[in-house]
C-alpha cells in the first residue's frame, strides 16, 4: 500500500501562485511515474502535469509555461508550482502515482482562484 497527503491548497487571487506538495509514504517503488490531476465541478477529471519514470515531464496545454512538476525521490515527494493562476485552474487538485502493480490517489486539495 502507497499512501499519499496533499497539501498547499487555498484561496489566490488572479496572478498569484501557490505550490502544491504531495509526500508518499508506504510500498514505493522508486522511481513511480507520479502526476497532478484536477478536477472542477460538473468536469472530469484531468491531467495537469505528469513525470514518468525516467524524469520526462508533460504538461496540459491550458498550463503550459506557467505550471512546473518536480519529483524528489529520495524523500519520495511530488511538487507542482502554479504561477500566473487563473480562475479556470480552481479545482480540486490530486496526486497520483503509480507504484507497480497499483495506481494510488491523494484525497485532493483545493485550489480556488478569484478573479
Known amino acids: 500500500q502507497v499512501q499519499l497527503v496533499e497539501s498547499g491548497g487555498g484561496l489566490v487571487q488572479a496572478g498569484g501562485s501557490l505550490r502544491l506538495s504531495c509526500a508518499a509514504s508506504?510500498?514505493?517503488?522508486?522511481?513511480?511515474?507520479m502526476g497532478w490531476y484536477r478536477q472542477a465541478p460538473g468536469k472530469q477529471r484531468e491531467l495537469v502535469a505528469g513525470?514518468?519514470?525516467?524524469?520526462?515531464?508533460d504538461y496540459a496545454n491550458s498550463v503550459e509555461g506557467r505550471f512546473t512538476i518536480s519529483r524528489d525521490d529520495a524523500k519520495h515527494t511530488l511538487s507542482l508550482q502554479m504561477n500566473d493562476l487563473k480562475p479556470e485552474d480552481t479545482a480540486v487538485y490530486y496526486c497520483?502515482?503509480?507504484?507497480?502493480?497499483?495506481?494510488?490517489w491523494g484525497q485532493g486539495t483545493q485550489v480556488t482562484v478569484s478573479s
Open positions: 513525470i514518468t519514470m525516467s524524469g520526462t515531464k
Open positions: 508506504g510500498r514505493i517503488v522508486s522511481p513511480s511515474p
Open positions: 497520483h502515482i503509480f507504484s507497480w502493480p497499483s495506481d494510488y
